[in-house]
T-cell receptor, first 114, second 112 residues
Framework: DSGVTQTPKHLITATGQRVTLRCSPR?????VYWYQQSLDQGLQFLIQ???????AKGNILERFSAQQFPDLHSELNLSSLELGDSALYFC?????????????FGAGTRLSVL | EDKVVQSPLSLVVHEGDTVTLNCSYE??????LLWYKQEKKAPTFLFML????IEKKSGRLSSILDKKELFSILNITATQTGDSAVYLC????????????FGKGTKLTVNP
Protein backbone atom coordinates (compact mmCIF):
# COMPACT_ATOMS: atom_id res chain seq x y z
CA ASP A 1 0.00 0.00 0.00
CA SER A 2 1.54 3.29 -1.17
CA GLY A 3 -0.45 5.44 1.25
CA VAL A 4 -2.08 7.37 -1.61
CA THR A 5 -5.86 6.91 -1.65
CA GLN A 6 -8.01 7.40 -4.71
CA THR A 7 -11.77 7.27 -4.94
CA PRO A 8 -13.83 5.95 -6.56
CA LYS A 9 -12.12 2.83 -7.92
CA HIS A 10 -14.47 2.64 -10.90
CA LEU A 11 -16.71 5.14 -12.63
CA ILE A 12 -19.11 4.42 -15.45
CA THR A 13 -20.79 7.38 -17.05
CA ALA A 14 -22.18 8.66 -20.31
CA THR A 15 -20.81 11.05 -22.89
CA GLY A 16 -21.36 14.70 -22.04
CA GLN A 17 -21.38 14.10 -18.30
CA ARG A 18 -19.07 15.52 -15.62
CA VAL A 19 -17.19 13.52 -12.97
CA THR A 20 -14.88 14.25 -10.06
CA LEU A 21 -11.99 12.04 -9.05
CA ARG A 22 -10.54 12.38 -5.58
CA CYS A 23 -7.04 11.82 -4.24
CA SER A 24 -5.64 11.86 -0.71
CA PRO A 25 -1.83 12.03 -0.73
CA ARG A 26 0.50 10.24 1.67
CA UNK A 27 0.69 11.87 5.05
CA UNK A 28 3.06 14.83 4.88
CA UNK A 29 3.37 14.92 1.09
CA UNK A 30 2.89 18.39 -0.37
CA UNK A 31 2.93 17.56 -4.08
CA VAL A 32 0.12 15.86 -5.95
CA TYR A 33 0.32 14.76 -9.58
CA TRP A 34 -2.38 13.48 -11.90
CA TYR A 35 -1.64 11.05 -14.74
CA GLN A 36 -3.81 9.44 -17.39
CA GLN A 37 -3.09 5.92 -18.64
CA SER A 38 -4.72 4.71 -21.81
CA LEU A 39 -3.86 1.63 -23.85
CA ASP A 40 -2.30 3.48 -26.74
CA GLN A 41 -0.66 6.39 -24.92
CA GLY A 42 0.82 4.91 -21.79
CA LEU A 43 1.12 7.03 -18.65
CA GLN A 44 0.78 10.73 -19.45
CA PHE A 45 1.28 13.60 -17.02
CA LEU A 46 -1.72 15.90 -16.66
CA ILE A 47 -1.06 18.38 -13.86
CA GLN A 48 0.89 18.96 -10.65
CA UNK A 49 -0.05 20.84 -7.48
CA UNK A 50 2.32 21.79 -4.71
CA UNK A 51 0.94 22.90 -1.36
CA UNK A 52 -2.27 24.16 -2.89
CA UNK A 53 -0.77 25.92 -5.90
CA UNK A 54 -0.64 24.70 -9.48
CA UNK A 55 3.00 24.00 -10.36
CA ALA A 56 2.96 22.45 -13.81
CA LYS A 57 0.60 21.42 -16.57
CA GLY A 58 1.01 18.69 -19.12
CA ASN A 59 -1.25 17.97 -22.07
CA ILE A 60 -4.37 18.46 -20.00
CA LEU A 61 -7.51 19.19 -21.95
CA GLU A 62 -9.41 22.41 -21.29
CA ARG A 63 -12.41 20.26 -20.29
CA PHE A 64 -10.30 18.95 -17.38
CA SER A 65 -9.43 20.90 -14.27
CA ALA A 66 -7.97 20.17 -10.87
CA GLN A 67 -7.40 21.73 -7.50
CA GLN A 68 -5.62 20.99 -4.26
CA PHE A 69 -7.36 21.90 -1.03
CA PRO A 70 -5.88 23.23 2.24
CA ASP A 71 -5.86 19.71 3.69
CA LEU A 72 -3.76 18.73 0.62
CA HIS A 73 -6.27 16.36 -0.92
CA SER A 74 -6.85 16.94 -4.63
CA GLU A 75 -9.71 16.59 -7.06
CA LEU A 76 -9.62 16.15 -10.81
CA ASN A 77 -12.73 17.32 -12.60
CA LEU A 78 -13.52 15.96 -16.06
CA SER A 79 -16.40 17.56 -17.96
CA SER A 80 -18.18 17.15 -21.30
CA LEU A 81 -16.87 13.61 -21.31
CA GLU A 82 -16.09 11.86 -24.58
CA LEU A 83 -15.56 8.20 -25.36
CA GLY A 84 -11.84 8.85 -25.70
CA ASP A 85 -11.61 9.97 -22.08
CA SER A 86 -12.05 6.37 -20.96
CA ALA A 87 -8.81 5.52 -19.18
CA LEU A 88 -7.15 4.86 -15.85
CA TYR A 89 -6.50 8.05 -13.92
CA PHE A 90 -3.71 7.93 -11.36
CA CYS A 91 -2.81 10.29 -8.61
CA UNK A 92 0.71 10.32 -7.21
CA UNK A 93 2.24 12.23 -4.34
CA UNK A 94 5.71 13.17 -3.21
CA UNK A 95 7.19 14.86 -0.19
CA UNK A 96 8.66 17.92 -1.88
CA UNK A 97 10.85 18.96 -4.73
CA UNK A 98 14.52 18.10 -5.01
CA UNK A 99 16.78 15.39 -6.30
CA UNK A 100 15.25 12.64 -4.19
CA UNK A 101 11.69 13.34 -5.27
CA UNK A 102 9.99 9.92 -5.50
CA UNK A 103 6.38 9.78 -6.60
CA UNK A 104 4.12 7.17 -5.02
CA PHE A 105 1.02 6.18 -6.93
CA GLY A 106 -2.51 5.45 -5.83
CA ALA A 107 -4.48 2.49 -7.15
CA GLY A 108 -6.18 4.62 -9.77
CA THR A 109 -9.72 5.33 -10.89
CA ARG A 110 -10.92 3.46 -13.95
CA LEU A 111 -13.24 5.72 -15.95
CA SER A 112 -15.50 4.21 -18.57
CA VAL A 113 -17.43 6.63 -20.77
CA LEU A 114 -20.26 4.92 -22.65
CA GLU B 1 11.10 16.17 -28.12
CA ASP B 2 11.92 14.50 -24.83
CA LYS B 3 11.15 10.80 -24.84
CA VAL B 4 11.74 7.40 -23.26
CA VAL B 5 12.09 4.17 -25.24
CA GLN B 6 11.90 0.81 -23.54
CA SER B 7 12.87 -2.54 -25.00
CA PRO B 8 11.82 -5.18 -25.45
CA LEU B 9 8.11 -4.38 -25.41
CA SER B 10 7.37 -7.85 -24.11
CA LEU B 11 9.33 -10.80 -22.86
CA VAL B 12 8.37 -14.35 -21.89
CA VAL B 13 10.79 -16.36 -19.75
CA HIS B 14 10.84 -19.40 -17.47
CA GLU B 15 11.22 -19.27 -13.73
CA GLY B 16 14.85 -19.06 -12.78
CA ASP B 17 15.91 -17.12 -15.88
CA THR B 18 17.72 -13.80 -15.67
CA VAL B 19 16.30 -10.88 -17.63
CA THR B 20 17.58 -7.47 -18.64
CA LEU B 21 15.18 -4.66 -19.45
CA ASN B 22 16.40 -1.62 -21.33
CA CYS B 23 15.47 2.04 -21.16
CA SER B 24 16.93 4.81 -23.30
CA TYR B 25 15.98 8.43 -22.96
CA GLU B 26 16.38 11.79 -24.59
CA UNK B 27 15.87 14.77 -22.34
CA UNK B 28 17.42 18.20 -22.04
CA UNK B 29 17.12 18.79 -18.30
CA UNK B 30 17.72 15.39 -16.75
CA UNK B 31 17.38 15.03 -12.98
CA UNK B 32 16.72 11.35 -12.29
CA LEU B 33 15.53 8.09 -13.79
CA LEU B 34 12.98 5.90 -12.06
CA TRP B 35 11.80 2.33 -12.47
CA TYR B 36 8.32 1.20 -11.48
CA LYS B 37 6.58 -2.17 -11.49
CA GLN B 38 2.93 -2.22 -12.54
CA GLU B 39 0.98 -5.38 -11.83
CA LYS B 40 -2.76 -4.92 -11.71
CA LYS B 41 -3.09 -1.23 -11.21
CA ALA B 42 -0.81 1.10 -9.27
CA PRO B 43 2.80 1.51 -10.42
CA THR B 44 4.99 0.65 -7.44
CA PHE B 45 8.37 2.30 -7.02
CA LEU B 46 11.49 0.19 -7.52
CA PHE B 47 14.53 2.44 -7.99
CA MET B 48 15.61 6.02 -8.48
CA LEU B 49 18.94 6.65 -10.22
CA UNK B 50 20.66 9.99 -10.36
CA UNK B 51 24.36 9.19 -10.75
CA UNK B 52 26.09 7.30 -13.51
CA UNK B 53 27.68 3.95 -12.83
CA ILE B 54 26.28 3.38 -9.36
CA GLU B 55 24.25 0.19 -9.19
CA LYS B 56 21.19 0.09 -6.99
CA LYS B 57 20.10 -3.30 -5.68
CA SER B 58 17.07 -4.69 -3.94
CA GLY B 59 17.05 -8.44 -3.55
CA ARG B 60 17.06 -10.03 -7.00
CA LEU B 61 16.53 -6.69 -8.75
CA SER B 62 19.25 -4.25 -9.67
CA SER B 63 19.54 -1.21 -11.90
CA ILE B 64 22.24 1.03 -13.26
CA LEU B 65 22.33 4.32 -15.14
CA ASP B 66 24.67 5.55 -17.87
CA LYS B 67 24.24 9.31 -18.17
CA LYS B 68 26.74 9.61 -20.98
CA GLU B 69 24.99 7.09 -23.22
CA LEU B 70 21.53 8.03 -21.89
CA PHE B 71 20.28 4.62 -20.90
CA SER B 72 19.46 2.47 -17.93
CA ILE B 73 18.98 -1.25 -17.42
CA LEU B 74 16.95 -3.20 -14.93
CA ASN B 75 18.14 -6.72 -14.15
CA ILE B 76 16.10 -9.40 -12.50
CA THR B 77 17.90 -12.61 -11.53
CA ALA B 78 16.32 -15.97 -10.68
CA THR B 79 12.92 -14.77 -11.91
CA GLN B 80 9.75 -15.93 -10.19
CA THR B 81 6.15 -15.96 -11.40
CA GLY B 82 5.50 -13.04 -9.06
CA ASP B 83 7.84 -10.92 -11.18
CA SER B 84 5.29 -10.99 -13.99
CA ALA B 85 4.28 -7.38 -14.54
CA VAL B 86 4.81 -4.36 -16.74
CA TYR B 87 8.05 -2.56 -15.87
CA LEU B 88 7.98 1.18 -16.48
CA CYS B 89 10.91 3.50 -16.88
CA UNK B 90 10.52 7.26 -16.43
CA UNK B 91 12.71 10.31 -16.16
CA UNK B 92 12.26 13.41 -14.06
CA UNK B 93 13.50 16.81 -15.21
CA UNK B 94 15.26 19.65 -13.42
CA UNK B 95 13.64 22.95 -12.63
CA UNK B 96 9.97 23.78 -12.21
CA UNK B 97 7.86 20.68 -12.57
CA UNK B 98 8.88 17.30 -11.22
CA UNK B 99 6.65 15.53 -13.69
CA UNK B 100 7.60 12.03 -14.79
CA UNK B 101 7.81 11.15 -18.47
CA PHE B 102 7.20 7.43 -18.94
CA GLY B 103 8.12 4.90 -21.56
CA LYS B 104 5.48 2.47 -22.77
CA GLY B 105 6.84 -0.30 -20.56
CA THR B 106 8.12 -3.84 -20.92
CA LYS B 107 5.61 -6.58 -20.24
CA LEU B 108 7.39 -9.46 -18.51
CA THR B 109 5.74 -12.87 -18.24
CA VAL B 110 7.45 -15.50 -16.11
CA ASN B 111 6.15 -19.01 -16.68
CA PRO B 112 6.54 -21.79 -14.08
Amino acid sequence: DSGVTQTPKHLITATGQRVTLRCSPRSGDLSVYWYQQSLDQGLQFLIQYYNGEERAKGNILERFSAQQFPDLHSELNLSSLELGDSALYFCASSASSGAENIQYFGAGTRLSVL
Amino acid sequence: EDKVVQSPLSLVVHEGDTVTLNCSYEVTNFRSLLWYKQEKKAPTFLFMLTSSGIEKKSGRLSSILDKKELFSILNITATQTGDSAVYLCAYCTQGGSEKLVFGKGTKLTVNP
